[in-house]
């Protein structure tokens, strides 16, 4: 079975992880991505891992970069040269349906593998209405995908009303769990690279951008009400974003400036380890007009490395957690002080929601677990 995969997030080793897999399992394989993307709030250069060694890949610069619906690959004749000679059986498109990049691949598998059979992703769980020219490509892409894949489940309702009649598959993404898993004190600094955590107060966690669609300012709330209910807690926020100024004055307006932490950024290999100092992770997400929580990787991170949840009830966030955490209505500050007061009271329901966070991890969450389903489809789709 030879497959060619092109996502643009493939810049960023950690995505990556899913092609080795495949590859592990039997899946010939060709990668396409683009040389630059800003990926996690950063611009990251496509560099070649260890475990890149296992599949074919290729890399091209791009127009419109960083603009998921418009971007597409100037440099045609190579990349038709190199997917005619890899000729494919599957083209698995990671892209939204009404991508302009969907559509040069959807284009290239008319013209010099007809037989090739196609699969696009979606991560839209909003119905959105796509003007033009991204209303057009849609339109293309959709009359020639024999399957489409959906990260968030509310995704389905929106591509049946927008006319897909084919296949639809669930299938989340994943994360290394080689990375994100619970630590021993071997795989501790002996120089703690967050002395201030050393402490017996109950430690909140937050990571991702400082945006007002990530509900932080009712997180800030929430600790506020947990103090003046005098319980010992501190938060720490990790990340940036153009909320961060007024977070900090809102910190210093509540008096909270002793307990509200900022970290601007920590790399993956730190995350486990500030993970491993959390009592609790919070993804307090507020859904708008134009966005609502697609999934919410961090939250797995901290179930796999053994950290309750508490995740807000847009989007994905339920389907996520399910069981293995609490969901509180989003926006509601009050709400979540209580989820977060009952953690810090009830340690059997801590102990509990860790190990349903694990077992859920190694189920659905992991690398491998993502490539067996994606296999199970491919085989389908061939039949």
Request: glycine fraction near 6%; charged fraction near 25%; hydrophobic fraction near 45%.
């Amino acid at each position: 079975m030879k497959v060619l995969i092109t996502w643009h997030a493939a810049v960023e080793p950690a995505y990556r992880k899913l092609y080795t897999e495949l590859s592990l399992k039997g899946v010939k394989l060709l990668a396409v991505a683009p040389t630059y993307w800003t990926e996690g709030c950063r611009l990251q250069s496509f560099k070649e891992k260890a475990q890149d060694s296992c599949y074919e890949w290729t890399v091209f610069n791009t127009v419109f970069t960083d603009r998921i619906r418009a971007f597409v690959y100037p440099n045609v004749f190579s990349l038709c040269w190199r997917v005619s000679r890899f000729n494919p059986d599957i083209f698995h498109i990671i892209e939204e349906p009404f991508s302009l990049s969907a559509a040069q691949f959807a284009l290239i598998r008319d013209m010099f593998c007809p037989e090739a059979k196609i699969i696009l992703n979606s991560f839209e769980n909003l119905d959105i209405y796509q003007g033009f020219p991204f209303h057009y490509a849609q339109n293309f892409n959709l009359k020639r995908a024999d399957a489409l894949i959906i990260a968030p489940k509310e995704g389905r309702n929106i591509w049946e009303g927008r006319g897909f009649s084919r296949k639809i598959y669930h299938v989340p993404l994943g994360i290394d769990t080689k990375v994100f898993h619970p630590l021993d004190e071997s795989e501790l600094s002996p120089d703690n690279p967050f002395p201030m955590l050393n402490n017996d107060i109950f430690k909140v966690g937050y990571v991702g951008r400082l945006t007002a669609e990530k509900g932080v300012n009712i997180l800030v709330e929430a600790i506020h009400i947990l103090k003046n209910n005098r319980n010992r807690v501190v938060l720490f926020l990790v990340g940036s974003g153009n909320l961060k100024k007024e977070l900090e004055k809102k910190v210093c307006m509540l008096g909270l400036s002793q307990d509200v932490k900022f970290i601007s950024h920590l790399e993956q290999h730190e995350l486990p380890v500030f993970l491993h100092h959390m009592d609790a992770l919070v993804l307090p997400s507020i859904t708008t007009a134009w966005w609502k929580e697609q999934f919410g990787r961090v939250l797995v991170e901290a179930m796999a490395c053994k950290v309750p949840v508490v995740g807000s009830s847009s989007g994905e966030i339920p389907n996520v957690v399910g069981d293995a955490g609490f969901i509180f209505e989003e926006g509601n500050a009050k709400a979540l002080s209580e989820s977060l007061g009952t953690l810090m009271r009830d340690e059997t329901q801590r102990e509990q929601m860790v190990l349903k966070g694990l077992n859920r991890v190694k189920e659905m969450y992991t690398w491998s677990a993502v490539a067996e389903r994606l296999i199970e489809i491919y085989k389908e789709i061939l039949r």
